[in-house]
Nanobody, 115 residues
C-alpha cells in the first residue's frame, strides 16, 4: 500500500503561482512513477504530468510551459509547480503513484483561481 497526501492548494489570483506537494508513505517511493491529475467541476479527470523513477518528466501537451513536476526521493515527495494560473485551472488536483498494475491516489487538494 501507498498512502498519498496532497497539500498546497488554495485560492490564488489569475497570473499567480502555487506549488502543490504530495507526500508518500508505505512502499518504496523511488520505485513508483508519480503523477498529477486534476478534475474540474462537471469534467472528467485530466492527466497533467508524471515523473518516472529515473526523474524523467512527461507532460500533457496542454500543460507544457506553465506546469513543472519534480520529485525528491529522499523526502518521498512529488511536487507540481504551477505558474501563470488561469481561471480554467480551477479544479481538485490529485496525486497518483503507479508501478506495474498497482495504482494509488491521494484525496485531492482544491485549487481555485479567481480574482
Amino acid at each position: 500500500q501507498v498512502q498519498l497526501v496532497e497539500s498546497g492548494g488554495g485560492l490564488v489570483q489569475p497570473g499567480g503561482s502555487l506549488r502543490l506537494s504530495c507526500s508518500a508513505s508505505g512502499r518504496v517511493f523511488s520505485l513508483f512513477a508519480m503523477g498529477w491529475y486534476r478534475q474540474a467541476p462537471g469534467k472528467e479527470r485530466e492527466w497533467i504530468a508524471h515523473i518516472r523513477p529515473s526523474g524523467h518528466p512527461e507532460y500533457a501537451d496542454s500543460m507544457k510551459g506553465r506546469f513543472t513536476i519534480s520529485r525528491d526521493n529522499a523526502k518521498t515527495t512529488v511536487y507540481l509547480q504551477m505558474n501563470n494560473l488561469k481561471s480554467e485551472d480551477t479544479a481538485v488536483y490529485y496525486c497518483n503513484a503507479q508501478r506495474g498494475d498497482s495504482q494509488y491516489w491521494g484525496q485531492g487538494t482544491q485549487v481555485a483561481v479567481s480574482s
